[in-house]
């Protein structure tokens, strides 16, 4: 689910980045990488929770306004840090991200964003502070919009984009699979303002529910007639014939099988199931570590080879179970 700080939203900051190269190749965006970290390093002790926590908020540090920003960086720090078993180091980044980002003159911030110091505490067996910053989170505390709201406001954003620009004609989106509904009217040219005959008029429900229906993904953008291009469905008939052909389901057998499959498919959410399953991943992991501490001779090699022997039941699996229980280590289930 993407997301958008509220502040993100109501504030533009005034920094001015250093202007750095567009990387265009591989090599280049190494370098780029390079440069952006080294600009940080030496600005910031990364490696110290007195470092973190010493980033000052009052401003707002970038290089560029895509990877080259402070909270990015320290996300891919904490990323590196809890790679290599320091915990400590890589939640005090994230808290320290999460308390820049509304600054951030860009920010596509999804939920996972946020969840993934939910998850980093968990990891840490932090369980307490792991579900009181769920719930903050959940609750709002963090000043996060939901997907649902921030396609509202880049729909409306939109509309008056090409007001402001005096021009008059929109696309909608396509998407695949899409509903029924929406087969109707998506990959049309509509006319804002309906004095453009050559196209239909945009419909005002489009403009009340932000797409075809309540709920819709479907977005539209500015059409330059002559200049903008079509998608393959216009090939052979144009867009003002594609735009004025009946308003029906198009969509072919497959399509419509695919669309139910994917409505009916359960999303990932984060839920109790979620927070649940990742406390007990982490107990999981502790209980190996223990098991390999106890029976190094007999204890699998890796936590993934000690799973698939759980998970399969094997022989191997159920001498284990038995001589962990003479060490007084229950791990049978």
């Not at 909270?71 to 078993?85: E, Q, S």
């Not at 190094?296 to 759980?310: E, F, N, T, V, W």
Request: aromatic residues 10%.
């Amino acid at each position: 689910m993407g997301i958008f700080s509220k502040k993100q939203i109501r504030n533009q900051s005034n920094s001015v980045p250093l202007q750095m190269p567009e990387p265009s190749s591989s090599e280049e965006y190494n370098q780029h990488r390079e440069k952006i970290d080294n600009h940080f390093e030496k600005r910031f002790d990364l490696n110290s929770i007195r470092g973190i926590n010493a980033i000052p908020v009052k401003e707002y540090h970038y290089l560029d306004e895509i990877t080259g920003r402070i909270d990015y960086v320290l996300r891919m720090k904490a990323g590196v840090h809890a790679t290599n078993k320091r915990m400590d180091l890589a939640i005090a980044c994230l808290r320290k991200a999460q308390e820049i980002m509304p600054k951030s003159p860009v920010g596509f911030w999804q939920e996972r964003d946020y969840m993934r110091l939910v998850s980093y505490l968990i990891q840490d067996g932090q369980f307490d502070e792991a579900r009181a910053e769920w719930n903050r989170i959940l609750n709002g505390e963090r000043g996060i919009i939901t997907d649902r709201e921030l396609h509202n406001i880049a729909f409306d954003k939109n509309i008056d984009s090409v007001k402001e620009l005096g021009a008059d004609l929109v696309r909608m989106s396509e998407s695949y699979p899409t509903c029924a509904e929406c087969s109707k009217y998506q990959g049309r040219v509509y006319s804002l303002s309906g004095k453009d005959r050559r196209f239909p008029k945009l419909p005002e429900q489009f403009i009340v529910n932000h797409g075809v229906h309540d709920g819709c993904r479907h977005s539209i953008g500015l059409y330059w007639d002559g200049v903008s291009t079509g998608l393959d469905s216009w090939e052979g008939i144009g867009p003002v014939a594609f735009s004025n052909r009946p308003f029906k389901d198009y969509r072919p057998p497959q399509e419509v099988e695919e669309y139910e499959k994917r409505k009916n498919e359960k999303r990932f959410v984060y839920d109790e199931e979620w927070f649940e399953s990742e406390k007990c991943r982490y107990l999981e992991r502790k209980l190996y570590e223990k098991i390999c501490e106890t029976l190094p001779d007999i204890a699998p090699k890796s936590y993934s080879g000690y799973m698939r022997m759980k998970n399969a039941n094997t022989k191997n699996y159920l001498k284990l179970v038995e001589a962990a229980k003479q060490h007084g280590i229950s791990i049978e289930e």
